[in-house]
């Protein structure tokens, strides 16, 4: 067998001088920066201008992890120039996504004669407008598909206007480039606050993105980040933290509360200092908690019907669950799934997620089924739409008919060989140096193959497998018990490395997530 050295750049098609630039330290240098774009120049000199004549500033954010983000980066901004900006994140439930003609209204009649938003507001072309006629002007810095008309916005932050190299980028990324424009300096907690946008909005962790993920583990690693070691017990941060520990719990509140609650967030995160700190952090682990639980029950409750291209689920969770149940179903089925739940704002209507893969396009499919919907967004394999409760029969047979003539492309991923003499500190490290980790460069799964059954060991109930190789090395398959694996005399133990820490010491587990 190959090195595993050998076998990791076969796997990733890179080659020796590819890893060796993959192992240099990060460096800001390696993330373009936005400096000399006109609408960025533009967008510094209006907030500076309205600074200069003590305008009344509104930031208009988003519910989820990357609108908390974007917006309490440029909170945090305003605070380290020592100017009151106003902040404002919308409910899912009372207000939906992005700026309504109803909240443009309030803030026309609040005074504010500057809105800055942040992931949304390239698709708000009336409310915009009706700014425009009331003297009000808008700085927009978002990164969704940009419409065919754009609104009349003073200048317009988007990746695509920037020509932002080759992969997507998140609200929060462009926020924190935005931020070392006004503060003149990158802020390492702003650059942290654009990691998690990154990670939590599902951007490719490839280039740009893969440097400023780098950059933040960095920091978090090797400085004092209080408002963000708050939300984990660990001490050790990796990719897998951030995506599997704390973002959860700045989504949840965004999901689970059904007033403007969500707006804590903003002061949480865009004042390390505020008193109110271990409350707000306690709120988003306790909500979270709850959204699992919630999660959980629903996700065992579905019946799935054999035999039908696309799974179609109506039920009564809240419509910020709906996603997350979609692609729970998703990834236990291998199926397109769409969840609905009644509409918290209109009694007459269903609000749906739709979650999907390669095979499946959701823009295509809301095309398809255009006129039985209100409302729809999203990209290609997730997406949001609402409709009257009467269209539900026609608008499921339409969805049915779209995944038998679509069906989802087989995920085909590549087991790299492993011995278990490899199962060590030492690969790990290797491993490692072929990361960060996420959306678009997934962590790499090996396989160990013929063991003989008989010599692995088990939990005291004797329900998950747990074999320690030494060396706080252990082999660990959570619900992978004796009476399942004993009999097949030898087995193909695939899985991936993880490192934890227990008892402030270092342990590392090959988790075993299929055995045959």
């Known amino acids: ?75 945090y901004c305003f605070r380290k120039k020592s100017y009151p900006a106003a902040t404002f994140i919308p409910s899912r439930y009372i207000d939906g996504y992005g700026l309504t003609m109803e909240n443009a209204k309030r803030i026309a009649t609040a005074g504010y004669s500057l809105v800055i938003l942040v992931d949304n507001g390239v698709s708000c072309l009336e409310p915009i407008s009706f700014f425009l ?10 990164h969704h598909e940009l419409p065919s008309s754009l609104p009349p916005s ?33 802020d390492p907690y702003l650059l942290i606050l654009g990691a998690l946008s990154t990670v939590s909005d599902l951007m490719p962790i490839r280039s740009h993105n893969r440097e400023i993920l780098r950059l933040a583990l960095d920091a978090l690693n090797h400085g004092h980040f209080p408002t963000i070691e708050a939300l984990t017990e ?27 609650g969500v707006n804590q967030l903003v002061r949480y995160f865009a004042d390390p200092e505020n008193p109110k700190g271990p409350q707000i952090a ?13 999660s959980k029950a629903a996700f065992e409750m579905v019946q799935v019907e054999e035999g039908q291209p696309g799974i179609f689920v109506l039920g009564t969770l809240k419509e910020g669950l709906n996603g997350l149940l979609a692609n729970r179903l998703l990834q236990q089925y291998n ?45 290609g ?12 029969a026609q608008f499921e047979a339409k969805f049915q008919e779209y995944a038998a003539l679509h069906p989802l492309q087989e995920e085909g991923e590549e087991d790299i060989p492993l011995s278990l003499s490899e199962v060590t500190f030492a690969s790990y ?70 490192l934890r820490l227990w008892q402030g010491k270092e342990q590392l587990e090959f988790r075993i997530d299929k055995i045959d």
């Not at 599997?244 to 509360?257: H, Y």
């Not at 992978?480 to 009999?487: D, F, R, T, V």
Request: proline share 5%; aromatic share 10%; net charge neutral.
């Open 133 to 142: 006629s009331k003297g009000i002007q808008t700085i927009i810095i978002d």
């Open 282 to 294: 306690s709120l988003m682990r306790s909500v979270n908690e709850e959204r699992k639980a919630l």
């Open 381 to 392: 394999f997730a997406g949001g739409f609402s409709l009257k409760k009467e269209k539900l």
């Open 429 to 498: 490290e290797l491993i490692r140096s072929f990361g960060p980790f996420g959306f678009g460069w997934k962590a790499p799964r090996f396989v160990i193959a013929h063991l003989p059954t008989d010599s692995f060991q088990y939990t005291r109930d004797e329900s998950h497998l747990s074999t320690p190789l030494g060396y706080g090395v252990r082999l660990l398959g959570f619900h992978q018990s004796k009476a399942n694996i004993l009999p097949l005399g030898r087995a193909n133990l695939h899985g991936r490395f993880h």
């Open 154 to 186: 003073y200048a317009l932050i988007h990746p695509d206007t920037l020509r932002y190299g080759s992969y997507p980028v998140s609200a929060g990324y462009l926020s924190f480039l935005f931020s070392m424009v006004l503060l003149k300096k990158a």
């Open 335 to 379: 199926k397109p799934v769409i969840v609905l739940s009644p509409s918290s704002s209109d009694p007459s209507a269903y609000v749906g997620s739709l979650r999907c893969r390669q095979g499946f396009d959701f823009p295509s499919f809301a095309s398809f089924a255009s006129s039985l919907l209100l409302r729809s967004g999203g990209h």
């Open 1 to 75: 067998m190959v090195s595993l050295k050998a076998r990791l750049l076969h796997h990733y098609e890179l080659n020796e001088a590819d890893l060796a630039s993959f192992c240099l330290p990060p460096t800001l240098d390696s993330i373009p920066k936005i400096d000399d774009d006109l609408a960025v120049k533009m967008a510094r000199d209006r907030i500076e201008e309205a600074i200069a004549h003590q305008e009344k500033i509104l930031i208009y954010g988003d519910y989820d992890c990357d609108g908390v983000m974007a917006t309490s980066i440029l909170s």
């Open 234 to 260: 660990t001490t050790l941060f990796d990719e897998d933290v951030l995506g599997m520990e704390i973002i959860p719990q700045i989504n949840a509140v965004g999901r689970m509360v059904e007033d403007h």
